[in-house]
């Protein structure tokens, strides 16, 4: 992988919605809501998923850096230690 910090976290996040969403549901009690529990859990273990990843891989590759003008690049140019 190329960034090595980020895979630690990639896997636990992983794990723990992977979990959330296919090991928690089998022990979800009979209830004539039993279905619309377990879509429930699903679903949202896929959303908040993907939206973490979607949000942590963003920070990776921005879409635009810090805006500085002219003006302040030739001031930094000459006047940083």
């Known amino acids: 992988m190329a960034y090595n910090c980020l895979t630690v976290p990639l896997i636990m996040m992983s794990m723990f919605w992977s979990l959330m969403g296919f090991l928690v549901p089998w022990f979800i ?3 004539p809501n039993q279905g619309v529990i377990i879509s429930m859990l699903v679903t949202c273990s896929v959303c908040c998923y993907l ?4 949000a942590i891989l963003a920070q990776l590759n921005p879409l635009f850096g810090p805006q500085v003008n002219n003006e302040t690049i030739q001031y930094l140019k000459y006047h940083w230690p």
Do not use: T
């Open 51 to 54: 939206f973490w990843l979607i």
């Open 29 to 31: 009690p009979k209830h």
